[in-house]
């Protein structure tokens, strides 16, 4: 008989980087207030967790990150402004954000890594599973890579990390994982992990991209988790050593994602990020694809 897992409610989003790629814009703004089209990255990131029924959410900030919580918070102001003008479209896109998820923040204080980041979530999580959504992954709301995550840790306990194949030349980008298949196609089990493996010393294709459901053990293994590449403490290294358990925190699974990601921490991929997004707008798609035939015409030809 399977034992009833315990319902996973609450979301850990790590958002204390300096984003220092986009310099000078990130100067004085946080990179997860960037605009795509109309809205802040991290918006997005934020409405998947709430989309997967999670509604409580853990920002892990750091310092100059103020905007972030301004952003989910209520501004009678605006509100008050818009309401006079009678202009109840955007009144209710300016509460959307406010009215997403029940929202907490906490500082990381000195940047140790990604792991660290994770650690700091501990108080609030407690012993329960949680998720980690990096606010620099956006996934398409219309494949629910976290819902199918969360399934698949309910189902098989431990953690589960998300997978996509990778050409092999920009494996050394990423963590990357040893891999056996499951009797599911888009389920498999982790043996190990490297994070961000040298040229020809990678295991597999398959790397991990910023959407993670883990066990409590996490934890303790996080704490006893040395510093690693960059002099960091990786959660890739936490999760190396609990692949390896059956128990007490493992196994870990990966869900291999063959779907629509934008890696908004890339500059490019960020600029693909809007046009994509901007094209399959109802209200700017039209107008806007035309442009953008228009521009590439134009270009071509010179």
């Known amino acids: 008989m ?14 204390a980087g ?22 802040p990255a991290i918006q997005y990131v934020v409405e998947e967790a709430r989309a997967a029924n999670l509604g409580d959410v853990l920002m892990i900030t750091g ?8 952003h989910f918070d209520r501004n009678y102001e605006l509100e008050e402004a818009l309401t006079r003008k009678g202009d109840e479209s955007r009144l209710a ?20 890594g990604l792991g660290h980041a994770v650690l700091c979530a501990e108080p609030h999580v407690g012993d329960q599973p949680f998720a980690v959504l990096l606010g620099d992954d956006l996934i398409d709301p219309r494949d629910p890579l976290l819902s199918r995550m969360i399934d698949v ?6 953690s589960v990390i998300a997978l996509m194949e990778v050409d092999p030349g920009q494996i050394h980008l990423y963590g990357c994982a040893a891999i056996v298949p499951t009797g599911e196609d888009d389920v498999v089990r982790v043996t190990d992990l490297v994070e ?4 020809g010393e990678a295991p597999s294709s398959y790397a991990i991209i910023g959407r993670y459901v883990l066990d409590p053990a996490v934890f303790d293994a996080i704490k006893k988790t040395p510093p690693g590449r960059g002099g960091e403490i990786q959660l890739t290294d936490a999760l190396r ?20 990601r934008y890696d908004t921490g890339d500059r490019a991929d960020y600029l693909r990020a809007i046009v ?10 039209p107008d806007f694809r035309t442009w953008l035939r228009s521009y590439v015409t134009e270009e071509m030809q010179d």
């Open 2 to 15: 399977t034992q009833a897992r315990t319902r996973i409610t609450k979301a850990v989003i790590p958002a």
């Open 18 to 39: 300096l984003g220092t790629r986009f310099l000078p814009a990130t100067k004085a703004t946080p990179k997860e207030m960037l605009p795509v089209v109309d809205k």
């Open 63 to 70: 310092r100059n990150k103020r905007a972030l919580e301004d």
């Open 93 to 112: 896109r300016v509460r959307e954000s406010s009215d997403l998820a029940t929202m907490h923040y906490v500082r990381q204080g000195d940047p140790k």
């Open 153 to 158: 840790q309910e189902r098989f306990g431990g």
């Open 196 to 199: 961000k493996p040298a040229a």
């Open 241 to 260: 050593e609990m692949s390896h358990r059956d128990d007490d925190g493992g196994p870990v699974h990966g869900v291999v994602f063959t779907g629509r």
């Open 276 to 285: 994509r997004l901007a094209c399959e707008r109802e209200d700017l798609g």
